[in-house]
């Protein structure tokens, strides 16, 4: 599915062949990769990194021990893989046009996004992150529950009972804290996944 007509960062970055982890131990649903010239997710930065929900997330993984450094290369051999809701890039207006919306059933989305579903199968867990994230896991996913209550709010952030799903804000528009919150929940709401861990958690 090429929504915008162009070809998806998912594609040019060769996620699947680059990025995708042996073993999926947890897919992150993010949502969306932001305006036509913002950085992505996976384009590996040089020095200083703008992407804030990365660093917020490879740093908060770290310290929580379920990676081994704040590095893409150590997100993967963790066995985490990031994919968006909406894989095309969009301006910023758009984006909040379709956050105000997307507790709602209508309006629909621009396109079914429905390659998330077979990562989604593969993946052990899957991390639902932001609202537009939630929306389109319940377009494409049979057994995640319809939900429409403020995903800022308690009981947010946790695992949906009984299933695979974690749901929670999205890290770029958060504190450090709250994404450190968010970091300790992921791990502790699934111990038969995150049970181990890669080295001692250092938090300072």
Same mark, same amino acid.
């Given at each position: 599915?090429?929504?915008?007509?162009?070809?998806?960062?998912?594609?040019?970055?060769?996620?699947?062949? &680059?990025?995708?982890?042996?073993?999926?131990?947890?897919?992150?649903?993010?949502?969306?990769?932001?305006?036509?010239?913002?950085?992505?997710?996976?384009?590996?930065?040089?020095?200083?990194?703008?992407?804030?929900?990365?660093?917020?997330?490879?740093?908060?993984?770290?310290?929580?021990?379920?990676?081994? *450094?704040?590095?893409?290369?150590?997100?993967?051999?963790?066995?985490?893989?990031?994919?968006?809701?909406?894989?095309?890039?969009?301006?910023?207006? *758009?984006?909040? &046009?379709?956050?105000?919306?997307?507790?709602?059933?209508?309006?629909?989305?621009?396109?079914?996004?429905?390659?998330?579903?077979?990562?989604? *199968?593969?993946?052990?867990?899957?991390?639902?992150?932001?609202?537009?994230?939630?929306?389109?896991?319940?377009?494409?996913?049979?057994?995640?529950?319809?939900? &429409?209550?403020?995903?800022?709010?308690?009981?947010?952030?946790?695992?949906? &009972?009984?299933?695979?799903?974690?749901?929670?804000?999205?890290?770029?528009?958060?504190?450090? *804290?709250?994404?450190?919150?968010?970091?300790?929940?992921?791990?502790?709401?699934?111990?038969?996944?995150?049970?181990?861990?890669?080295?001692?958690?250092?938090?300072?």
């Amino acid at each position: 599915m090429n929504c915008c007509g162009k070809l998806h960062a998912w594609d040019i970055y060769d996620v699947p062949n &680059r990025w995708k982890p042996q073993r999926v131990r947890c897919l992150i649903v993010g949502e969306n990769p932001g305006e036509q010239d913002s950085m992505y997710f996976y384009d590996v930065p040089a020095n200083h990194d703008p992407v804030r929900v990365r660093t917020n997330l490879l740093y908060w993984l770290t310290v929580v021990g379920l990676i081994s *450094e704040p590095t893409l290369i150590a997100f993967r051999a963790g066995g985490f893989l990031f994919d968006h809701a909406i894989r095309c890039h969009m301006p910023f207006k *758009e984006i909040k &046009r379709i956050s105000r919306t997307a507790d709602r059933t209508e309006p629909l989305l621009p396109a079914t996004p429905a390659y998330l579903r077979p990562l989604m *199968e593969e993946a052990l867990t899957v991390w639902v992150m932001g609202r537009i994230a939630r929306k389109a896991v319940g377009v494409v996913a049979k057994d995640f529950p319809t939900v &429409r209550d403020k995903i800022s709010q308690p009981p947010y952030p946790c695992r949906l &009972r009984g299933t695979k799903y974690f749901v929670s804000r999205y890290l770029s528009r958060i504190s450090r *804290e709250h994404a450190a919150i968010i970091a300790r929940e992921l791990r502790r709401s699934f111990p038969e996944v995150f049970g181990g861990v890669v080295r001692p958690a250092i938090w300072n």
